[in-house]
């Protein structure tokens, strides 16, 4: 079916069902703006933290975890699914700070969700995280191959 209400000028209404959504699709990135109501106090509470320069890492991060009320849930919500292992990832709820001359850090893990609070103020629009594709597999995160493609293995 494809409808145009005007077929011959330039303006109009086009109603079609030639491209369908594929049900399949898979749920990659989520963004949650204003995630915090007081992001100002977060950010003041993060840098008064004690951060460490530990070997295998960029950047500092706190060797401690804050975890705080209600975040498990609202990502849960967010991505539709029951959050299964939480405390136990070692480096979940963790701040960490980069210096914005650091040079760009390529990181790939098997976790199956990650996410990000960044406490910049006024940070530039190219600051923060890219998002990149293995050249040889086009493998992006979350397949079950993954950590060997990142480790040389793309068979």
Not at 92 to 100: D, G, M, T, V
Request: charge should be negative; proline fraction near 3%.
């Amino acid at each position: 079916m494809y409808k145009d209400s005007d077929p011959n000028g330039e303006w109009g209404v086009v109603h079609t069902d030639n491209f369908q959504l594929n049900n399949n699709h898979k749920h990659r990135i989520f963004v949650i703006d204003d995630f915090y109501t007081n992001p100002e106090e977060l950010r003041n509470f993060a840098i008064n933290q004690w951060f460490f320069d530990d070997e295998g890492f960029e950047g500092l991060r706190t060797r401690k975890q804050f975890f705080f009320k209600g975040v498990k849930e609202k990502f849960e919500e967010t991505i539709g699914e029951k959050i299964t292992v939480w405390e136990e990832h070692g480096m979940n709820a963790r701040f960490q700070s980069h210096k914005a001359d650091f040079r760009p850090v390529y990181h790939c893990d098997s976790q199956t969700w990650a996410a990000a609070w960044y406490g910049n103020i006024d940070a530039p629009y190219e600051a923060g995280t890219s998002f990149y594709a293995h050249k040889e597999t086009g493998l992006r995160g979350g397949e079950d191959n993954i950590g060997a493609a990142f480790a040389g293995d793309t068979c």
